[in-house]
């Protein structure tokens, strides 16, 4: 094929579909700031994802920043090497030391057996992700942070509409975090939100990502600006249009992965879990050296060859950025399946746009070694 497969591509509305609202957003002259479209959004997602509060933000990182400072973090906060940079970097921040647990393999997120042994007297949070929307294991999760009296973040970047047991994954912890970035199941070009319990939360929320405002006249502690604009905004309301019928083309992918890869020894892909509804946002595949016969760099440059541009996530690990890596956590030897994993790891492309001659074309350069 002459064209590049990129890892992804953003998937876009009809444009006529969206000029009727910055249209609406031109006349108003309301661009930003708690906008029409703003609140709107707000409440569909609500609706559409089964959460109680939802506050929303320019992007998914600011969201992180702000779900630490909301739960007045200190000290020190456990998490995984396992994911996008962004995931420790608001921990860091924040002016807290991120606490690096391995992972299990065939979830590829934090292996909550591991989690006790990292507590000390300076933990007051877990920051866990979701990581290729496969959810974490929230019971065990929750039972380590009761005993210890530990706070929970989610980084559910990758989990938009990820349901577990028909409840909506997000629902869990003290917050958890979306990103609507270009790259994301759900898009806003860029943008993101935080789930919350209470309307307390959502206020502290909300005005932590309008600078601190309370009101008018009085700033109660160190915001930031985390505001969604209308733009944006209207993009999402669209965007819900389509969200499932996108995320059904992505599974069907996911499926034509599955059923072409099956004979093909050592490559291994995710399967489902039981009582899982996906968002099939990614399809991570791992390469066994000595069962495939190249490695997984090798098989990463061979896709290049044939202009399949698959993404290596998570490599490096987070714990070998020059900002982690004398960590005492960061060592490998105390992440042995982070570091396996992320030698293995390619994530081939798949969005809703995909066409399945190119499904079958980047099966059968696999499969062909
Ligand atoms: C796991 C994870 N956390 C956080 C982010 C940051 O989100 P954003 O790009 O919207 O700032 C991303 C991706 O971009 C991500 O993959």
């Given at each position: ?51 109680e509060y939802i506050s929303l933000f320019a992007n998914g990182t600011i969201a992180l ?290 066409s399945m001659d190119q499904v079958n074309y980047i099966i059968s350069v696999l499969n062909?070694?």
């Amino acid at each position: 094929m002459n064209e590049n497969i990129y890892v992804t591509q953003p998937f876009l509305p009809p444009l006529e579909e969206y000029l009727p609202y910055l249209q609406q957003i031109w006349d108003s002259k309301h661009i930003t700031n708690k906008g029409p479209f703003h609140e709107q959004l707000e409440k569909e997602l609500c609706d559409y994802l089964g959460v109680e509060y939802i506050s929303l933000f320019a992007n998914g990182t600011i969201a992180l920043l702000v779900a630490i400072k909301a739960l007045e973090l200190k000290g020190e906060i456990i998490t995984t090497p396992y994911s996008f940079v962004a995931t420790a970097h608001s921990i860091k921040w924040n002016g807290i030391k991120p606490v690096f647990v391995d992972i299990d393999p065939y979830t590829c997120n934090i292996n909550p057996e591991k989690i006790e042994k990292a507590i000390t007297k300076k933990t007051t949070a877990i920051l866990p992700v979701h990581v290729y929307g496969n959810p974490c294991e929230t019971e065990k999760i929750k039972n380590i942070v009761d005993k210890y009296n530990l706070k929970v973040i989610y980084d559910a970047a990758h989990a938009f509409g990820v349901e577990h047991i028909g409840q909506s994954i997000i629902n869990e912890g003290d917050l958890s975090i979306l990103s609507f970035h270009a790259t994301k199941v759900f898009n806003t070009f860029e943008g993101g939100a935080i789930v919350s319990h209470s309307a307390e939360m959502k206020k502290k929320i909300d005005d932590l990502k309008n600078f601190g405002f309370y009101d008018e006249v009085t700033v109660e502690g160190i915001g930031i600006n985390g505001k969604m604009n209308e733009v944006q905004a209207s993009m999402g309301l669209l965007q819900l249009r389509y969200i499932d019928s996108a995320i059904e083309k992505r599974k069907r992918i996911a499926q034509i992965y599955r059923e072409g890869f099956k004979n093909v020894k050592g490559l291994r892909f995710l399967g489902d879990l039981e009582d899982v509804k996906y968002n099939y946002a990614y399809f991570p595949i791992f390469i066994n050296e000595n069962e495939y016969g190249k490695n997984r760099d090798d098989v990463y440059n061979a896709l290049k060859k044939h202009n399949i541009y698959g993404r290596r996530y998570f490599y490096p690990l987070i714990s070998r950025f020059s900002a982690y890596k004398d960590l005492s956590s960061s060592k490998p030897a105390n992440l042995p399946m982070a570091e396996k994993i992320s030698e293995e790891v390619i994530c081939l492309p798949i969005y809703p746009d995909l066409s399945m001659d190119q499904v079958n074309y980047i099966i059968s350069v696999l499969n062909n070694g």
